[in-house]
């Protein structure tokens, strides 16, 4: 099983880096290494539950660059950036792992989920297991699968793996197929990206044209270009249950205190 073909674009381009590094990392710390992690882990968070109560739950993300806007963030401190948002009001977190596009480290999310009590999930291009027992060996309580990326089959597989491992996967989706797919596969928690992971350009309407697709037994969360308490309003208004909001906090002064404003808080 394979992940979706190459067509040229960033997205392919950043899963084909991402490719290479993980075979490198593979041959490093081997499965059995990985597996032997998890045995000494305290059991994954409720990612689901902590997205899903009554009120704007915010997944605020933790992510020092992007191929878009290069460097959103010189002062990169995880524990201090993890505990302003707790504090602020996030209801959980989402970490960056990937290194040579957007600067992350796995070990930024295990330090973030160390400094609070809130579940993390694993921001990354994730498509194959091992990844998969890499996030839950890091601690990760929950972990991004990107439908494009991936093909039915794949999907299903990792969503059954990460289940095993007490992790319930946030599915990414973009258009009216991908949703399609990842409803088909049984995903719980359906993200619909504002943004075409394939050209960068944002569109939040996006949102407003998926959510009545989305089934009313998922967890739909609307991702990226989310700058204000009125877009989150909106985006409740139309049946959304949680916002991922990663720029907006990053390029603040205060991230807290920037996501109690979107909070309305």
């Known amino acids: 099983m394979q992940a979706q073909p190459k067509t040229?674009?960033?997205?392919?381009?950043?899963v084909e880096a991402r490719r290479a590094a993980v075979e490198h990392r593979k041959k490093i710390?081997?499965?059995?290494?990985?597996?032997?992690?998890?045995?000494r882990n305290e059991p994954a968070r409720d990612f689901a539950g902590a997205i899903s109560q009554n009120k704007l739950n915010v997944i605020a993300e933790l992510k020092k660059a992007s191929p878009s806007r290069g460097v959103l963030r010189e002062d990169f401190s995880v524990e201090s950036l993890a505990a302003s948002l707790e504090q602020g009001g996030a209801a959980a977190l989402s970490v960056l792992t990937e290194e040579q596009f957007f600067q992350g480290a796995l070990a930024y999310l295990t330090n973030a989920r160390k400094t609070t009590a809130l579940p993390v999930l694993r921001k990354d291009f994730i498509f194959e297991a091992w990844q998969v027992w890499e996030a839950r060996a890091a601690e990760a309580d929950s972990f991004l699968l990107i439908a494009a990326i991936l093909d039915d089959s794949l999907?299903?597989?990792l969503l059954a793996l990460g289940r095993e491992l007490g992790m319930e996967a946030l599915v990414e989706v973009h258009t009216r197929d991908e949703l399609r797919r990842a409803v088909d596969a049984g995903a719980r928690i359906i993200g619909v990206n504002n943004r075409d992971l394939r050209s960068f350009e944002v569109r939040l309407q996006t949102s407003h044209e998926l959510i009545e697709e989305i089934p009313d037994a998922c967890i739909a969360v609307s991702e990226s270009g989310l700058r204000t308490h009125e877009d989150l309003a909106r985006l409740r208004e139309a049946g959304f249950d949680a916002f991922l909001v990663g720029e907006q906090l990053m390029t603040a002064a205060e991230p807290g205190e920037a996501l109690q404003i979107i909070l309305g808080l």
């Open 29 to 39: 710390v081997p499965l059995p290494v990985l597996k032997l992690a998890i045995k």
């Open 155 to 157: 999907l299903r597989e």
């Open 8 to 14: 040229g674009t960033i997205l392919d381009r950043i």
